[in-house]
Nanobody, 116 residues
Framework: QVQLVESGGGLVQPGGSLRLSCVAS????????MTWYRQAPGKEREAVVG????????NYVDSLKDRFAISRDRDKNTVYLQMNSLKPEDTAVYYC?????????WGQGTQVTVSS
């Protein structure tokens, strides 16, 4: 069974940092690109940053590339999202995603709240 499980969200003060994790199972992780999305309250889900199977980042939001960084660990079947200098507008549910066998696969999401 193909599965993605996110973790690492929480409440953080503005200017703080968080590292999100997404553990993949049920497929050959090293052969697939991965993408982090987020959905803020009342807004559509948007792609934030992706990573190719070979580890090259793909930035979908130019304004975030100096604060957000994606990486992957093939040994742990995990993709990470390092988020620095967090702002209240980064508050959202963060999801990881991949495409497997013609289908889009989503995790359950992890809530990130940036507030003082």
């Amino acid at each position: 069974q193909v599965q993605l499980v996110e973790s690492g969200g929480g409440l953080v003060q503005p200017g703080g940092s968080l590292r999100l994790s997404c553990v993949a199972s049920g497929f050959t992780f090293s052969n697939y690109g991965m993408t982090w999305y987020r959905q803020a309250p009342g807004k559509e889900r948007e792609a934030v940053v992706g990573i190719t199977y070979s580890g090259a980042p793909i930035n979908y939001v130019d304004s975030l590339k100096d604060r957000f960084a994606i990486s992957r660990d093939r040994d742990k079947n995990t993709v990470y999202l390092q988020m620095n200098s967090l702002k209240p507008e980064d508050t959202a549910v963060y999801y990881c995603n991949t495409h497997f066998a013609g289908s889009s696969v989503w995790g359950q999401g992890t809530q990130v709240t940036v507030s003082s």
